[in-house]
């Protein structure tokens, strides 16, 4: 049985490993925070992180993803503390449906573990790869920045 890694626990998981993870993730592992929606790696509302680096769920398989660290919006918060971009997102507001923040969020991690000071192109070419049909575009870079000032200390 294949085994995985997510958010720092362990699970053997009896599935075809060409199964997506996505549907690992929400089925087996009953964590539904990761979210279908176009199943052809075009949306990133499925995105995670694989190793820090962020893919697309619904076209990762098993396989691909087995024995590695697997991160979803579930394994981001510690406790009852919320990782500063997820309290970012709430101070600004950014959600109105609600459907893809997942994927926006777990890729605004990926973006300040690689670029811990974004600049506007950054945020915007990172966060262009998920689609939002609210247009919440304006709000998610405010809340990029929001969660640098804070990692620096200003508010």
């Known amino acids: 049985m294949p085994a995985l890694i997510v958010?720092?626990?362990k699970y053997e998981v009896d599935?075809?490993?060409e199964t997506p993870l996505l549907w690992v993730l929400r089925e087996q592992l009953k964590l539904t925070g990761t979210k279908y929606a176009c199943g052809i790696s075009v949306c990133g509302s499925c995105t995670v992180l694989l190793n820090g680096e962020p893919v697309r769920s619904c076209v990762t398989t098993l396989a691909m993803s087995a024995n590695q660290e697997i991160t979803t919006i579930?394994?981001?918060s510690v406790g009852k503390a919320l990782h500063p971009i997820q309290?970012?997102?709430l101070d600004e507001s950014v959600p109105e449906c609600g459907y893809?923040?997942?994927g926006q969020i777990m890729t605004a991690v990926a973006l300040l573990k690689n670029k811990p000071e974004p600049t506007d192109e950054?945020?915007?070419q990172a966060m262009s790869a998920v689609l939002c049909r609210c247009g919440t575009y304006l709000k998610v870079r405010k809340a990029i920045k929001r969660?640098?000032?804070?990692?620096k200390g200003v508010v």
Do not use: M, T, Y
């Open 7 to 9: 958010n720092g626990k």
């Open 15 to 17: 599935v075809d490993p």
């Open 74 to 76: 579930e394994g981001l």
């Open 87 to 89: 309290q970012a997102w």
């Open 100 to 102: 893809c923040q997942s």
């Open 122 to 124: 950054d945020i915007d």
């Open 147 to 151: 969660a640098v000032r804070k990692s």
